[in-house]
């Protein structure tokens, strides 16, 4: 029966319907929309370097299980790009602020990290670390998400926020939790084309990265 013919007076509630053919319906604009995944496997970085462009207003990308190869003190980190992933050394300020706590209490802290310490930039060009995440223990991992604004305006920089939750182990003070919160700006009027993640050393040795479009 085709939806076009139907008629509430001519429908028996008691009867079951088949319905055939194909029915789209219009004007329904979901908020946003998978355009790529990355799975690592000792993988040195993971590069979004296609579909970044003037088609979405923010992109937004989220990380799941993210493991470090290496033992001790690997940062995830994150770089953009002005000419299609060739290099990853755009300029960024940042404020970052933070939360954790060790297993048995052995210490604890909500920190904020302005723009010229380790962790947060004055229009440096290296990698922006997004949490401290560890090392290579079976159970340490990272997840979280980037959101990226307006990444092809060449009139404006390219803000972006992130928020990182991981679970690290420290050889002093054991395993500890971590709430990592990173607010900046990419500090340049070019579109941002492409997406870098790695860890400050060593290589991803597990987890996936997705990349969403919002309108």
């Known amino acids: ?16 319907y088949a319905f055939t053919g194909t029915n789209s319906i219009s004007g329904v604009d979901y908020p946003e929309k998978k355009l790529a995944t990355l799975t690592a496997s000792s993988s040195a970085t993971l590069n979004f370097t296609s579909s970044i462009d003037n088609t979405y207003n923010i992109y937004k990308f989220r990380w799941v299980n993210i493991h470090p190869s290496h033992n001790q003190d690997a940062q995830w980190s994150f770089q953009g790009s002005t000419d299609s992933g060739s290099n990853y050394n755009t300029a960024m ?32 060009t290296a990698y922006q670390p997004l949490g401290y995440q560890g090392g290579a223990v079976a159970d340490e991992n990272c997840s979280g998400e980037l959101f990226l604004f307006n990444p092809s305006s060449t009139t404006f920089v390219k803000h ?15 395993g500890f939790q971590q709430d990592y919160h990173v607010a900046g700006y990419f500090n340049t009027t070019s579109a941002i084309d492409a997406i870098s993640f790695k860890f400050s050393t060593g290589n991803i040795d597990s987890g996936t990265i997705e990349m969403y479009g919002i309108n």
């Open 1 to 16: 029966m085709a939806l076009s013919k139907i008629q509430p007076a001519s429908m028996d509630l008691t009867a079951n």
């Open 93 to 124: 300020v940042t404020t970052v602020f933070r939360a954790y706590h060790f297993e048995g209490d052995s210490g604890a802290a909500l920190q904020s990290r302005s723009r010229d310490s380790e962790e947060g930039q004055s229009g440096e």
């Open 160 to 174: 972006f926020l992130c928020r990182n939750a991981a679970q690290g182990y420290d050889s002093g003070s054991g």
